[in-house]
């Protein structure tokens, strides 16, 4: 068992416990997404790297999402709930006693501040510990601070307070420094002065914030380390903010893949998720989007006007103007342009999906063929089969969907209607416009064929007075005209 009664332990405790009113939302504001996951799952991320002893997270509003997408994202943090009592200075002593005994430094993170990296918290834990400070305070400096609690230093320059903006005088509404709302304390004075924290102030909270010129008051050294990167210590607090942190994660994102070898046009409409995955020599075309689990192996091309969710590519494929979710794309494959791969779709190696061509819970086999015009649902189709343009599998009989199976080297003509159930045999062919409904055994023809009939005048007789009725009439007057010139020649 780990003994976190050590003086070098570190546990985290992330605040998200808040409703995020100026988000105007029904969602809670940690569950915001950027990147592919909620606010909250980034700053745990982040908190994890650090490899602490213990992680608390506070909750409340809506308690039972919030604790699921915690759990979910970070199985082994613990979940507590505050109190009636508002404001972050309640919502960590409640933290602090679900961490009992805990004698080390103590980490508290708010889970809307999405963007800081872990070096910057370690960075932040060194200079505490280094110090030798009851408490570090992460700041940055702002041109326009309006929102933010400010640093207040004394004539030496050591902190003195943190004032929030609602409780500021002028000259300290002033300020440039604000606090980022993330800092570093000694676990035991960290619990020692919450206790004296009451809530006369704007707001009528239990504020953290008051910790710091109890610790100053009590003689104790506070110290203020300046985020490297005042963007990223940000919080996220309205959808203008999201939009903008959401915009630097992508940004950080694809920078990290162009370093790793992959080529990407345009950046600036280049979306990829932080648990999405590219290989060395992968090429991105402008306005793609790469999202969730998608992994895109080495020399595949992607893009433009692309989108892949949970998706994967295989080596020196190319996917240009698709839509796609849950798709298996094989090596040296083709998709596109204009196609849509629903889930459960597998492409096999150096096969095509080609232009306006729909997919759905299919297996195309290695080097087979659905060139353009067509939907495929349901289906399992062998290898290096070519469907004609405008196949469709109909899969759905209005109560159950059934699946159509089509063996290998099978090649159809155009505007096939293949009704499920139903099985092509391997090397079979089918003519054009054919309707299967019965099964095909393997080598032979299918043919659904039917006499075509000629109703001599039809146009003429029932839509008089069109242009269609002229024009035949005309063109019949002329033929019977060349046909009696004929005649008399003969």
């Known amino acids: 068992m780990t003994d976190t009664t050590r003086d070098n332990a570190l546990a985290v405790i992330v605040l998200a416990a808040g409703q995020g ?17 909620p606010l909250v799952g980034h700053v745990l991320d982040t908190a994890l790297a650090l490899e ?39 919502a960590v002593e409640v933290a602090l006693d679900a961490l009992e005994d805990f004698a080390g430094d103590v980490l508290v993170l708010s889970g809307d501040v999405p963007l800081l990296e872990s070096d910057t918290l370690a960075a932040l834990v060194r200079t505490h510990r280094d110090g030798a400070v009851a408490a570090t305070v992460l700041s940055a400096t702002l041109d326009d601070a309006t929102g933010y609690g400010r ?10 307070r943190i004032v929030e903006q609602k409780d500021a005088t002028p000259d300290e509404a002033s300020v440039t420094e604000i606090n980022a709302g993330v800092y570093v304390f000694r676990a035991q004075a960290l619990r020692t002065e919450l206790a004296l924290v009451g809530t006369a102030n704007a707001q009528g909270e239990k504020y953290l914030t008051d910790v710091v010129a109890l610790l100053r008051g009590s003689g104790q050294a506070v110290a203020a ?34 370093l790793e070898g992959a080529t990407i046009l345009d950046p600036a409409t280049t979306w990829i998720d932080v648990t999405a995955k590219l290989a060395a020599d992968v090429t991105v075309l402008p306005n793609t989007h790469i999202l969730r689990a998608t992994v895109i192996a080495t020399g595949a091309t992607v893009g433009p006007d692309t989108s892949l969710v949970d998706c994967e590519v295989g080596e020196d494929a190319t996917v240009t103007r698709t839509d796609a979710t849950l798709a298996v794309i094989g090596a040296n494959a083709t998709v596109g342009p204009f196609a ?63 699946r159509t199976e089509i063996g290998d080297e099978v090649h159809s003509g155009s505007h096939n209607v293949f009704v499920a159930p139903v099985r092509i045999g391997d090397g079979a062919k089918t003519g054009a416009g054919a309707v299967i409904r019965k099964d095909v055994p393997a080598g032979a023809l299918a043919l659904s064929v039917a006499p075509q009939r000629n109703v001599e005048g039809w146009v003429e007789k029932n839509r008089p007075g069109t242009g269609a009725a002229d024009v035949a009439s005309r063109a019949r007057s002329a033929q019977k005209a060349d046909d009696g010139a004929q005649e008399e020649d003969r």
Do not use: C
């Not at 640093?151 to 003195?160: C, F, L, P, T």
């Open 225 to 258: 380390q300046t985020a490297p990167d005042a963007a990223a210590a940000l919080g996220v607090n309205d959808r203008v903010q999201l939009a903008e942190a959401a915009r630097l994660l992508n940004a950080r994102t694809v920078r990290h893949w162009q």
């Open 151 to 160: 640093v207040i230093r004394d004539a030496d320059g050591a902190v003195a």
């Open 52 to 90: 602490p002893e213990r992680v608390v997270v506070v909750v409340r509003h809506e308690r039972d999402l919030v604790a699921d997408a915690v759990v979910g994202a970070a199985p082994g943090v613990v979940v507590v709930d505050q109190d009636d009592i508002p404001g972050t200075g309640r």
């Open 340 to 402: 849509y791969l629903r889930p459960g779709t597998y492409l096999g190696e150096k096969g095509k999906i080609g232009t306006f061509v729909e997919t759905k819970n299919s297996t195309i086999g290695e080097g087979s063929k659905v060139p353009h015009l067509s939907y495929i649902g349901d289906t399992t189709i062998g290898r290096r089969v070519n469907l004609g343009a405008g196949a469709i599998t109909a899969n759905y009989d209005d109560i159950a969907k059934h």
């Open 21 to 37: 009113t100026r988000m105007k939302s029904s969602l809670p504001k940690v569950l915001h997404r950027i990147g592919g996951r």
